[in-house]
């Protein structure tokens, strides 16, 4: 059987007994199993969305940020996703990569200037050095003549040419940051299932990935430059009480959500780590919970906890 269709059969039942659970099990339209709602917009699909194509794999985090395929999505919450916030942070780990000296995925868009006269281009690392390219489309081919011949005059006067780049890649730092939490969501669903999401107190994550404005962002991601890219896990966090919460690690990114028993809100959550910041506005807690396995599908463990 297609791994969708898997996926959809086990999932089906168990979002309808959530549904009975908050007495909302008459929203379905009928009372067979067969809806299952995509974990981002709550929407309930029935079971011809998988033949049709409108509930596809999702990868946590995005495959070009090393993700595997974890669950299901809606197509379109999938693609609003890559456009408005994944973009951001695919670029903005490949200025990092860059300035790491870590191999690069794709160029990243660089300005060149020699003596001062300056060309549009890209810069890629190969993790032992970098390779840097004029794009002649996006030149006016004037600029870069009077470029290549400040390089040559300058070689031929046996100088070293005035020659320095910046990196020109455009990325919203708040956008990169909800793709991060978004993935974070997804993991925290797969792990623990629809009890766990349908709660009210995940509402305000569910809002922000409906944003295609600038997001307002709680204080609840973190960056730890050392931690290993491929680390992941699943924690619910019992102490310190006042980081209740279900706390997912990616790579270096780090994300507290609201945990499963309505200690603590998001915006309660946020007070208290930005109550924990450090003089240089950095954040260290040592966290003692119950860490889940890291899902490589959607696992249900809190659906499945309760008969
Ligand atoms: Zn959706």
Not at 46 to 68: C, M, N, R, Y
Not at 133 to 159: I, K, T, W, Y
Not at 192 to 211: F, H, M, N, T, V
Not at 218 to 240: C, H, K, W, Y
Request: with cysteine.
């Amino acid at each position: 059987m297609d791994k969708r269709e898997h996926w959809f059969n086990e999932g089906a039942p168990l979002f309808r007994r959530a549904l009975e659970q908050l007495g909302l099990a008459d929203r379905l339209p009928t009372t067979e199993d067969r809806y299952y709602a995509c974990p981002c917009c709550l929407i309930a699909y029935p079971f011809e969305a998988i033949e049709s194509q409108v509930l596809t794999i999702e990868h946590v985090p995005p495959d070009a940020l090393g993700g595997k395929g974890m669950l299901l999505t809606c197509k379109r919450c999938n693609n609003d996703a890559g456009r408005h916030f994944d973009a951001h942070a695919i670029k903005r780990a490949e200025v990092h990569n860059l300035l790491l000296g870590r191999q690069t995925n794709r160029p990243v868009r660089a300005v060149f200037l020699a003596d001062g006269i300056s060309v549009r281009g890209e810069v890629q690392s190969s993790g032992a050095g970098w390779f840097m390219q004029g794009v002649p489309r996006r030149n006016d081919p004037a600029m870069l003549d009077a470029h290549e011949r400040a390089l040559r005059e300058a070689s031929e006067r046996g100088e070293a040419p005035q020659f320095n780049f910046e990196l020109a890649e455009r990325f919203s730092p708040q956008h990169a940051d909800v793709s991060w939490i978004r993935s974070a969501y997804l993991a925290a669903f797969s792990a623990l299932g629809w009890r766990y999401i349908l709660r009210p107190a995940l509402d305000p994550i569910r809002e922000l990935l409906k944003s295609d404005s600038l997001p307002e962002l709680p204080l609840v991601i973190g960056f730890n430059p050392t931690a290993d890219s491929g680390s992941r896990s699943v924690m619910i966090v019992r102490e310190p009480e006042n980081l209740s919460s279900v706390h997912v690690a990616i790579g270096q990114y780090s994300v507290f959500l609201p945990d499963p028993w309505g200690i603590m809100s998001l915006q309660e959550l946020a007070e208290s780590i930005s109550g924990m910041r450090n003089e240089e506005g950095g954040v260290s807690a040592m966290l003692s919970g119950q860490l889940a396995s890291w899902p490589k599908k959607p696992m249900y463990l809190l659906d499945r906890a309760i008969p």
